[in-house]
């Protein structure tokens, strides 16, 4: 056990941001989703096991604050001098004299970078300049709050590729925010989802993924027509714009997808997707047609 | 293998850092610099033109030099850490600093002996200027020292006054403002800006004596030449400005520890 948190409150004003009931325990080598909505309490909850808000409850580490590395949302540097001399002193090293410094360097194709200041960098090295730097304190527990917000599509894709290439084969633990649940399907292996301050559900990504989908989901286009031909299937809450099926076993799943194929229907077929887990345990959570904004 | 980063106290790097994060924000250089020199350069030759050249023009020189070099604490310290840390406060670097585990107190400590050594290189240029071009008086070795080390406590007072400032508000605009209003009140008081301490009304002379400035303006020339000098009163606004410094610093670390709690 790395974390454990139980009967945490946190409050902003009189407004409760975040409720922990029941414990929820980050253990060694878990690579923890935090999702949910804007205001659900993922921020607040990195801030708050960080100790930067005030709260009620019990957070529990078998680490020092030394052993947690942290990936803001927002990380801001002074813009005086150039980044290379601000990674050197937070590192407390000199890049020409540390091999593992130059390697991620390389390895996140930031040299051209090391001269320019902060604010010369676009979103993209600037996510990298404190990646770098996060993983350089190779720290037990990690946190990513958002680290791609804000950045195109491929410079994500490359981004996240990087993480968890980075990641595979380690044991250190990590709890990543993220609107993008794509990414977490590459990343996570753990989830937990979070709505409007309390706890949706947490755990085994895949666990989740059956307890609110079954075996798989067949997700297409939420036209009239394609309704009518999948009546009598399992629908799943999804998105307006989709309709997602649930299959509950191979032979279901060939039927539906024979059915799809024979209209020329375009379809995806999943057994990891968080959006669609996610509306459904947030369904299960509230009961049908609450809970929503 | 567990490789995180063993921070020592205190270290060379990181005084570099704080010591190359005053000298890229490029106000510094003008206000910290350039506005003394410029302005002991423009009084200097006000005087020239109106004291017949000799001793008395030396010593008008010498004291007028010696009031306007504390305009290099003001500028650097109280307007210029004032401005850089309040703006370092809205974009939460501090709090970004201290979650890579650099200590808060160890960032305190690098910064006011980064900015001190910035003042001895502001205040080589300066003395460069006074003795080559204003041709100061030679000072006393006792008077030499001692305004070093007035100086450099009226840059600790300066420093304690900006960080708390800047602590209370937290916002560059405010802070700015409130700084700069300071900074140009103590200059009018202490007479920097042409205005005789004989010239000002009662209560503002008073205020003016619990001002360390008031007596380099006034009285710096004296003892530059190691004469005879009732340090008392400047004493008492040495200690009047420093506690009024460490009560505000208090309270607004006080402040930010409550709400970092």
Redesign the interface.
């Known amino acids: 056990m790395q974390l454990t948190i139980e009967n945490l409150t946190v409050k902003y004003g009189t407004e409760i941001a975040l409720e922990i009931k029941e414990p929820l325990t980050v253990s060694e080598g878990d690579r923890v989703g935090i999702i949910g909505s804007n205001g659900a309490g993922k921020s607040t909850l990195i801030k708050s096991i ?3 808000v ?1 709260y009620r409850g019990s957070i529990r580490t078998d680490l020092n ?3 947690i590395a ?1 990936h ?1 949302q ?8 150039p980044c290379k ?2 990674m ?6 000199k890049v020409s004299k540390n091999p ?1 410094l130059q390697e991620l360097i390389h390895y996140f194709e930031f040299e051209d970078c090391l001269r320019k200041k902060y604010d010369k960098l676009s979103g993209g090295q600037k996510q990298r300049f404190t990646i770098i ?1 996060v993983m ?5 527990l990690t946190f990513y709050d958002e680290v791609t917000s804000g950045l195109d599509f491929e410079t994500r894709q490359k981004l996240v590729e990087k993480l968890v290439n980075w990641y595979q084969g380690k044991t250190s633990s990590l709890c990543i925010v993220s609107h993008y649940y794509e990414e977490l399907e590459q990343l996570a292996n753990k989830i937990l989802i979070l709505d409007k301050g309390k706890v949706i559900d947490y755990g085994d990504r895949d666990q989740l993924f059956r307890k609110y989908c079954g075996r798989a989901v067949v997700v297409f286009d939420a036209r009239s027509r394609h309704q009518e031909l999948v009546k009598g299937y399992r629908k799943l809450a999804s998105p307006a714009h989709l309709t997602a099926l649930s299959v509950k076993d191979e032979a279901e799943e060939l039927a539906v997808t024979k059915l799809l194929l024979e209209n020329n229907i375009n379809y995806r077929r999943s057994n990891s997707d968080i959006e669609i887990m996610y509306s459904n345990a947030r369904q299960t959570f509230y009961g049908e047609g609450q809970g929503d904004e | 293998m ?7 106290k205190l ?1 060379a ?2 005084l ?2 704080e010591f ?6 490029p106000y510094i250089h003008i206000f910290g610099i350039g506005l003394p020199v410029l302005m002991v350069l423009i009084f200097g030759n006000v005087l020239a033109s109106n004291i017949p050249d000799g001793e008395m023009l030396s010593k008008a020189v010498t004291g007028l030099f010696l009031g306007l070099g504390t305009m290099i604490p003001l500028a650097a310290m109280l307007v210029g850490y004032a401005a ?1 840390f309040s703006q ?1 406060l809205e ?3 501090p ?3 201290e ?4 200590d808060q107190g160890m960032t305190i400590v690098s910064r006011i002996l980064a900015e001190l050594i910035f003042q001895v290189c502001s205040f080589v240029i300066y003395f460069a200027v006074g003795a080559l071009i204003l041709r100061i008086e030679a000072p006393a070795v006792k008077g030499l020292f001692c305004y070093m080390i007035c100086i450099a406590a009226l840059g600790v007072i300066s420093f304690g006054l900006a960080h708390a400032v800047a602590l209370l508000f937290r916002k560059f605009g405010i802070t700015y403002c409130v700084t700069m209003i300071l900074y140009f009140c103590i200059m009018i008081v202490s007479g920097m800006m042409g205005i005789d301490y004989e010239m000002l009304p009662p209560p503002v002379q008073a205020a003016a004596r619990l001002l360390p400035t008031h007596y380099f303006v006034k009285d710096f020339a004296d003892i530059w030449q190691g004469r005879e000098y009732n340090f008392i009163p400047m004493l008492q606004a040495y200690l009047f400005t420093g506690a009024l410094a460490g009560v505000l610093l208090f309270f607004s670390l006080r402040r930010r520890a409550g709400k ?2």
């Open positions: 960080l100790g930067l005030e604050p030394r052993q942290t803001m927002f990380n801001e540097y002074t813009d005086a001098m001399y601000i050197e002193v937070i590192l407390d090293t593992r730097m350089m304190q190779d720290a037990p | 567990n490789k995180q980063i063993q921070r020592k270290s790097s990181m570099l850092f190359r994060n005053i000298t890229g924000n850089t370092e974009k939460g670097i709090q970004r600093l979650l890579f585990g650099i970092n709690a």
